[in-house]
C-alpha cells in the first residue's frame, strides 16, 4: 500500500464524506447493516452536512486515483452536540476506510496526518466517540486517545495535543 497518498480533501470531493459517514457507523458482527439512508438522520448527518465550513478539516486517502479513506473533524456546539462532544471549542473527529482497504495501516497513516494538521491549526485536543468493540477502539488507544467518558457499549475518547 506504499502507493496509498494522504492529502486535504478537495471540495469537489466532499460528496465523498457521505460514503465515509456510512462506513464508519459500527455494526457488531452478526448485526444486520442499516440502511443507507440512516446518514441522514440529523443525529448522523451533523456530521458532514454543509461540510467546508471554516473548522472543517479532512484528510484522504487515495489509491490509483481512488478515494479510499477519510479523516476528518468538525467543532459542533452545545445545542448540536455529536456523540463525542467534550466543549465547543475541541474538534470532533471521524474516520473511516472503504471496507476492501482495511487492515491496511490506511486509517493510521490517515489519523497520523489529521493529528499533524490539527497541532499545526493550534488546537488543544479532539475528541471522538467508538463503539468498545470496535477495532478502531484499540487503534486510537495507541495514538494516546484516552476515555473521556464511557458506558458499557461505547467511549468518548479524548486526545491532548
Given at each position: 500500500?506504499s502507493a496509498i497518498?494522504?492529502r486535504?480533501i478537495k ?5 465523498f464524506?457521505?460514503?465515509m459517514?456510512?462506513?464508519s ?8 447493516k ?7 438522520e440529523?443525529?448522523?448527518?451533523k ?5 467546508g465550513q ?10 490509483n ?6 479523516c476528518w473533524?468538525r ?9 463525542g ?5 475541541t474538534?470532533?473527529l ?7 482497504f482495511?487492515n491496511k495501516?490506511?486509517?493510521s497513516k490517515?489519523l497520523q ?8 491549526l ?6 471522538l ?15 494516546g486517545f ?11 475518547m479524548?486526545?491532548?495535543?
Amino acid at each position: 500500500m506504499s502507493a496509498i497518498i494522504i492529502r486535504e480533501i478537495k471540495p469537489s470531493e466532499y460528496s465523498f464524506l457521505e460514503e465515509m459517514l456510512y462506513v464508519s457507523i459500527f455494526i457488531a458482527e452478526g448485526a444486520e447493516k442499516l440502511p443507507r439512508t440512516i446518514i441522514f438522520e440529523p443525529e448522523l448527518h451533523k456530521y458532514i452536512k454543509d461540510f467546508g465550513q471554516k473548522n472543517d478539516h479532512c484528510m484522504v486517502a487515495e489509491f490509483n486515483n481512488r478515494l479510499v479513506g477519510a479523516c476528518w473533524i468538525r467543532i459542533l456546539d452545545e445545542s448540536n452536540k455529536g456523540y463525542g462532544f467534550v466543549d465547543a471549542q475541541t474538534p470532533e473527529l471521524g474516520m473511516a476506510v472503504l471496507p476492501e482497504f482495511q487492515n491496511k495501516g490506511i486509517g493510521s497513516k490517515l489519523l497520523q496526518a489529521m493529528l499533524h494538521q490539527l497541532k499545526q491549526l493550534k488546537y488543544k485536543q479532539v475528541s471522538l466517540s467508538v463503539d468498545l468493540e470496535n477495532f478502531a477502539y484499540k487503534v486510537y488507544t495507541k495514538f494516546g486517545f484516552t476515555n473521556f467518558e464511557r458506558t458499557e457499549k461505547s467511549a468518548t475518547m479524548l486526545k491532548q495535543l
